[in-house]
């Protein structure tokens, strides 16, 4: 069975550092393109970052271009998130997302998301 | 970047009903478009593909069609399952964007 599980969420204050994880198990990860979408409280989704199989492509939206860093390691069938100068407006739920086959960029599988609530 | 324009917001339903969702893309995205179903606080979960693939285990009352910029969602006979907000997404080029989302309520 696959399975997505995020973790690393958490209350930050603005202008502090998250990283966040994403634990995958039941299929071959490293031949897998990721993703990181978001959803902040009441509002709808959005794609934030795009790392492929290898990690040798990588793709981000403009709203976190220069703070964010996605990153994988195949080896321990992980996939990260470094969340730098945080801001009230990444407060939002994020999931980590499978894509369905190769250079597909649809989504098959999802996790149960992680909270980020950037706050003083 | 693309933008995808979700039609209706909203619509409420009954039970049997059949139900037309639409999404345009602001630029032609070929057959790159996928649709999501999420419920309240739960992840969202695939449904279509390439305009109108079903994803395994996906019921045959959820359809897709479309082509180049406008799309649409059909659900033939609304089930109580299927009372959800429901995404488009294109995949044609990067960033990779969502529609604002379709809420669909039980009238």
């Known amino acids: 069975e696959v399975q997505l599980v995020e973790s690393g969420g958490g209350l930050v204050q603005p202008g502090g550092s998250l990283r966040l994880s994403c634990a995958a198990s039941?299929?071959?990860?490293?031949?897998?393109?990721m993703n990181w979408v978001r959803q902040a409280p009441g509002k709808g989704l959005e794609w934030i970052s795009y790392i492929d199989n290898r990690g040798s492509s990588i793709y981000y939206a403009d709203s976190v271009k220069g703070r964010f860093t996605i990153s994988r390691d195949n080896a321990k069938n992980s996939l990260y998130l470094q969340m730098n100068s945080l801001r009230a407006e990444d407060t939002a739920v994020y999931y980590c997302a499978r894509d369905l086959f190769g250079g597909s960029v649809y989504f098959d599988y999802w996790g149960q998301g992680t909270p980020v609530t950037v706050s003083s | 970047d693309i933008q995808m324009t979700q039609s209706p917001s909203s619509v409420s339903a009954s039970v049997g009903d059949r139900v037309t969702i639409t999404c345009r893309a602001s630029?032609?995205?070929?057959?790159?478009l996928a649709w999501y179903q999420q419920k309240p606080g739960k992840a969202p979960k695939r449904l279509i593909y390439a305009v109108s693939s079903l994803q395994t285990g996906v019921p045959s009352r959820f359809s897709g069609s479309g082509s180049g910029t406008d799309f649409t969602l059909t659900i033939s006979s609304l089930q109580p399952e299927d009372f959800a907000t429901y995404y488009c997404q294109q995949g044609n080029s990067f960033p990779l964007t969502f529609g604002g989302g379709t809420k669909v309520e039980i009238k």
């Open positions: 039941g299929f071959t990860f490293s031949s897998y393109e």
């Open positions: 630029q032609g995205i070929s057959n790159w």
